[in-house]
């Protein structure tokens, strides 16, 4: 069975902290990994893609270790904005539909 | 900056009744999903639609559900016969590359009464 697994959280930060979330995935066919995320009752929303090489997005920085099947996300100074779930995603291998973790949710409080 | 649109955004319905979503995928994608998520659990896929036909379902979309692309610009799920369980959000998705990056419609939060 092709999952992703995620710690659910909650991670309950104050604003300004550096916060880390870590997935994990089963499909070692998937070729794409994203990260999303999806505020309360609403639609899940691209926050970034993540390469092997690793990339950052201004506070938001991705790494992926394929050996190890392994995604993260850090945030730095976290800002109230950010609360939200955090969704891993990834691509199903062959094909183009994406497996979601079940998220990590984020409360950044003042 | 283009969306995914869909509708209704609620839509509640009998069970045993036919109930069917609409979206518009982005102009220029040929890729189209459905996805659905159930209050507290994860976004779970359905389908996949591509050049017109069904490229991949998952184990969730049975004989109840289907998929149809009627015109240009609309692609519709269809649930013959709702089950209480068929509550849920249903997001559409489209890209315009395969495996590439896809972007979701609202939802529409479907309730089975």
């Known amino acids: 069975r092709k999952e992703v697994e995620q710690d659910p959280g909650p991670f309950n930060v104050p604003e300004g902290a550096t916060v880390a979330f870590n997935c994990t995935y089963s499909n070692s066919a998937s070729q794409s990994f994203f990260w999303y995320r999806q505020d309360c009752r609403k639609e899940p929303k691209l926050l970034m893609s993540v390469y092997s090489s690793g990339n950052e997005d201004g506070r938001f920085t991705a790494q992926l270790n394929r050996a190890s099947q392994y995604i993260s996300l850090l945030i730095r100074d976290s800002k109230l904005s950010d609360s939200a779930t955090y969704l891993c995603v990834v691509n199903g291998g062959s094909q183009g539909n994406l497996i979601f973790g079940k998220g990590t949710k984020l409360s950044v409080k003042p | 900056e283009p969306e995914v649109t869909q509708t209704p955004s609620h839509q509640v319905t009998q069970m045993g009744q036919e109930v069917i979503l609409r979206c518009v995928p982005i102009?220029?994608?040929?890729?189209f999903y459905w996805y659905r998520q159930i209050l507290g659990q994860k976004v779970e896929f359905l389908v996949s639609?591509?050049?017109?036909?069904?490229?991949?379902k998952s184990e969730i979309f049975d004989d109840q559900f289907s998929v149809e692309r009627p015109d240009g610009s609309n692609f519709t799920l269809k649930i013959r016969s709702t089950k209480l369980e068929d509550s849920a959000m249903y997001f559409c998705a489209s890209d315009g590359q395969w495996g590439n990056i896809q972007y979701f419609g609202a939802g529409t939060r479907l309730s089975v009464l």
């Open positions: 639609f591509y050049n017109n036909e069904i490229s991949e």
């Open positions: 102009s220029n994608h040929l890729y």
